[in-house]
T-cell receptor, first 108, second 113 residues
Framework: GIQVEQSPPDLILQEGANSTLRCNFSDSVNNLQWFHQNPWGQLINLFYIPSGTKQNGRLSATTVATERYSLLYISSSQTTDSGVYFC??????????FGTGTRLTVIP | DADVTQTPRNRITKTGKRIMLECSQTKGHDRMYWYRQDPGLGLRLIYYSFDVKDINKGEISDGYSVSRQAQAKFSLSLESAIPNQTALYFCATGGEKSNQPQHFGDGTRLSIL
């Protein structure tokens, strides 16, 4: 199946700092989603972004499908941003393939 | 109300017991999925269903079975639970087209002693 690599695996930020998370994938995709998994285990949909750029408040994402990567930007980080961020991609008509995530810790 | 509802949210049981996890959705989606998450890893697909009569195995289906009782309901069963099936289980739904986003339930935390 398709390979999904996320970097960095762990990230520690001071509150207020900005960060960029990266997702590389090994094949063409027709769906790409970013999720935030909170400390209670819930998966929160952040973006559906198979291509292009989207913004939602302090978060934005860009996917360059031709180069097979996506970036998630977090600006002015807050402690509530802590958790694990997953990138997941889909090829064809089947399931999402998940990366192993970036664990973000924001310290006050 | 949540669009994708999983029950129970937490379950502790013993080895050898039969377990059923239930999922219901109000999004009207045809496609439903069961995923499993182990600590430190992303989600992996167990089974998926594109409609009531179409059920397919995923990457890690051994030891699991599913039932699509209706368009809105998709249940996952562990016929004889074993400790290495301890994990966080997610149900998801997807739209008719493969390029539409998937929507996840809040997960079921299953512990098998």
């Amino acid at each position: 199946g398709i390979q999904v690599e996320q970097s960095p695996p762990d990230l520690i930020l001071q509150e207020g700092a900005n960060s960029t998370l990266r997702c590389n994938f090994s094949d063409s995709v027709n769906n790409l989603q970013w999720f935030h998994q909170n400390p209670w285990g819930q998966l929160i949909n952040l973006f559906y972004i198979p291509s292009g750029t989207k913004q939602n408040g302090r978060l934005s994402a860009t996917t360059v499908a031709t180069e097979r990567y996506s970036l998630l930007y977090i600006s002015s980080s807050q402690t509530t941003d802590s958790g694990v961020y997953f990138c997941a991609v889909q090829t064809g008509a089947n399931n999402l393939f998940f990366g192993t995530g970036t664990r973000l810790t924001v310290i006050p | 109300d949540a669009d994708v509802t999983q029950t129970p949210r937490n379950r502790i049981t013993k080895t050898g017991k039969r377990i059923m996890l239930e999922c219901s959705q109000t999004k009207g989606h045809d496609r439903m999925y069961w995923y499993r998450q182990d600590p430190g890893l992303g989600l992996r697909l167990i089974y998926y269903s594109f409609d009531v009569k179409d059920i397919n195995k995923g990457e890690i289906s051994d030891g699991y079975s599913v039932s699509r009782q209706a368009q809105a309901k998709f249940s996952l069963s562990l016929e004889s639970a074993i400790p290495n099936q301890t994990a966080l289980y997610f149900c998801a739904t997807g739209g008719e087209k493969s390029n539409q986003p998937q929507h996840f339930g809040d997960g079921t935390r299953l512990s098998i002693l």
